[in-house]
């Protein structure tokens, strides 16, 4: 239960009129206050808000912060996740597997699969330029929240000792879209720390997940590219990743 105080100095949520100016919805008086609640809240309190939220449209601006915080937590600790691929040419569980180590499981009718992610020591950056210190098995998260392209990036090791880079796009937006050209910085950078593989990830509460096809990329011009046009040597594959919301 929550409450606020409308123009107090430490309000928690505000209330904002949806794009057609009828209903009112609430959420957070600013960005930081998602983090403040998240860091203070333990991981089942927070995965039984998201529960009893989920597709509450009058919270859903609050539940997509807290989703965000929530997905961040949970990627400290070792777990498996369901996944989809939706990009790759070559989708057999062999080549798959080869590209990296991490998908135990790939059916390619479906293509469904399962993919697990280690324990990750999280790191906070604000320039893409530290992302050239990246180790295998961290967890960079970036310190303002108007960081373009990502909302976060794990550095895993992936096949034959390389390292392989997942980067994170945590929504509840069927209709996302990513940048270009802050991709390629982030990119390069981590090509330069001798990431070998870069994969972007949307991670999705579970409807959301079954849904998805394409995370849109734009140029400069805000023209989306397609598939095939995407810049193999710095991002070869686009995957989806689901969050279970159960109690």
């Not at 590209?99 to 906070?124: A, C, M, Q, Y």
Request: aromatic share 8%; with cysteine.
């Amino acid at each position: 239960d929550v409450t606020f105080k409308w123009g107090a100095t430490n309000e928690i949520l505000r209330p904002v009129l949806d794009n057609d100016q009828r209903n009112t919805g609430l959420k957070f008086s600013s960005n930081r206050m998602a983090k403040v609640i998240a860091d203070k809240s333990k991981e089942r309190d927070l995965l039984r808000f998201l529960v009893n939220s989920y597709k509450n449209p009058q919270i859903s601006m609050v539940f997509g912060k807290i989703f965000e915080q929530y997905v961040h937590k949970i990627f400290k600790t070792s777990n498996n996740y369901e996944m989809k691929i939706v990009t790759m040419n070559d989708t057999s569980l062999a080549n798959v597997k080869n590209l990296d180590s991490r998908i135990l499981s790939f059916n390619n009718d479906t293509k469904l699969g399962k993919i697990s992610l280690p324990n990750l020591e999280v790191k906070i950056f604000s320039s893409e330029t530290e992302l050239v210190d990246a180790k295998v098995n961290e967890l960079w998260i970036p310190e303002s929240d108007k960081f373009p392209a990502i909302d976060s990036l794990a550095v895993v090791e992936g096949p034959n000792n390389t390292k392989d880079a997942f980067l994170f796009q945590v929504t509840c937006n069927l209709d996302h879209k990513l940048k270009l050209n802050a991709l390629e910085n982030v990119c390069n950078a981590l090509k330069a720390a001798n990431v070998s593989n870069i994969y972007m990830v949307g991670v999705m509460p579970p409807d959301e997940f079954e849904e998805a096809k394409w995370m849109n990329i734009e140029d400069k011009q805000g023209n989306a590219l397609k598939n095939n046009s995407m810049p193999a040597a710095m991002y070869p594959n686009q995957l989806f990743m689901k969050i279970k919301l159960i109690n």
